[in-house]
């Protein structure tokens, strides 16, 4: 083997510029890989990030997820018939028996719940009324399913719990009623229930719909102002791994019966834009590397093209076909190698010179920077495809230079 592989450096050093070329495609192709890849990889991350801590991980809503069975049709399943516009009966919407669910969920050890009741409400103020989504939660169990205390600009989450005439807004809403802390506020719910609410929390989460129309109050103070005494309409669930809420939210439905999405079922048409948006990213870094791996099967072939007799000679000397193609195949693995040992560093050097950007995009109040990630996977999918378009590169003409025949070879050069 150390012959071998001395044989297959010298035949790269006597072609050094056309080596040099070929292995600048390998570095070049690693390099934009990793940082195409971490740039791609990085924002769909902050995305994910974004979208999972923003939102609960399932949501069980006061629904099911296909129709209750009629009596009729539990009575003559083998009939032929059809039930139509069947109303339900007119009762006061919420979970039944809510507190046996958040028992048998807070038995579970990958995940807490809060419940939850929201409703429609006008906020007035000075004239200005405006209409708002409502949130009764429990001030304790906010932060266990909720970032919102991470994105406080005045007050805080714990004025709600010390103050169960609080309420919590966003900052765009603020602006509107041009209100500011310690403000009081006026809010009217569905049957002519007013309440009066002091503004002790105001937050900026940057999506505007969002805090323009959701304010967060106690539970108790919900359930009084819509009329739904007892009651709950919705349990959000954060789960300790995020990736395992679409089986687990399968599993919660299937006992508890009400309707349980995930935030994968939630946000599946963004999840399969990524998926697609991946695919693409991968397939165009890709043909980078393919395309060096031309130049390595060029410097290669015409190695090979002109070490005939070098490879006649080798053979008549006894090295047998597996070795003559074990010397090109290490020609490609060299080349392989050196790209990886080069390209990896200077795909760090351009992945910290994206970090280093900044940008404000249209609309946003603080400049923010690139997002990257600098998952291990990528650093071995790059040098693992590096590795493969090499070894594959060198395959036909190592293929080809172990059938050499060197009867023929020697006697045409006599």
Avoid at 64 to 84: N, T
Avoid at 101 to 109: R, T
Wanted: glycine share 8%; aromatic share 8%; charged share 20%.
């Amino acid at each position: 083997m150390p012959l071998l592989f001395f044989i297959a450096l010298k035949h790269l050093l006597a072609r050094k510029r056309q080596s040099i070329v070929s292995l600048m495609g390998i570095i070049l192709g690693v390099a934009f890989f990793l940082a195409i890849s971490s740039i791609m990889q990085g924002s769909e991350a902050d995305f994910i990030k974004r979208l999972v801590d923003n939102s609960p991980h399932i949501t069980v809503s006061d629904e099911y997820r296909s129709p209750r069975v009629q009596p009729a049709e539990k009575l003559f399943e083998e009939g032929a018939i059809d039930i139509a516009s069947v109303k339900p009966l007119t009762e006061t919407r919420g979970i039944r028996g809510y507190q046996k669910i958040l028992s048998y969920l807070g038995n579970q050890d990958d995940l807490v719940a809060s419940p939850v009741l929201t409703g429609s409400a006008i906020i007035s103020f000075a004239g200005e009324e405006e209409g708002v989504t409502l949130n009764g939660m429990i001030p304790e169990e906010i932060h266990t399913v909720s970032t919102i205390q991470d994105y406080m600009k005045e007050g805080s989450v714990d004025r709600l719990m010390s103050n169960p005439d609080g309420v919590l807004m966003g900052q765009s809403l603020a602006r509107r009623l041009s209100v500011s802390l310690n403000d009081t506020i006026s809010v009217a719910a569905q049957g002519g229930r007013v309440r009066t609410f002091k503004i002790v929390g105001i937050y900026q989460t940057g999506r505007g719909g969002y805090d323009r129309r959701q304010i967060f109050v106690t539970l108790k103070r919900a359930q009084s102002l819509l009329g739904r005494t007892n009651r709950i309409n919705a349990i959000l669930v954060k789960m300790t791994d995020p990736n395992t809420a679409l089986t687990r939210s399968k599993e919660i439905e299937q006992i508890i019966k009400y309707k349980s999405e995930s935030w994968q079922e939630q946000s599946e048409d963004l999840m399969n834009t990524l998926a697609i948006r991946n695919m693409i990213m991968y397939s165009v870094v890709s043909a980078v590397l393919l395309v060096a791996a031309f130049g390595i099967y060029n410097v290669i072939s015409t190695v090979v093209m002109e070490k005939h007799r070098d490879i006649a000679i080798l053979k008549s000397m006894g090295f047998p076909s597996g070795d003559i193609r074990s010397i090109f195949l290490t020609q490609g693995v060299l080349l392989g190698i050196a790209g990886n040992i080069i390209g990896i560093p200077m795909g760090c050097a351009f992945i910290l010179g994206l970090q280093q950007i900044k940008f404000r995009p249209p609309g946003s109040s603080e400049p923010i920077s690139m997002p990257v990630s600098w998952d291990w996977e990528q650093f071995a999918i790059a040098i693992a495809f590096a590795m493969f378009a090499s070894i594959l590169a060198s395959f036909l003409p190592a293929r080809k230079a172990s059938h050499v025949q060197p009867v023929d070879i020697l006697r045409g050069g006599l």
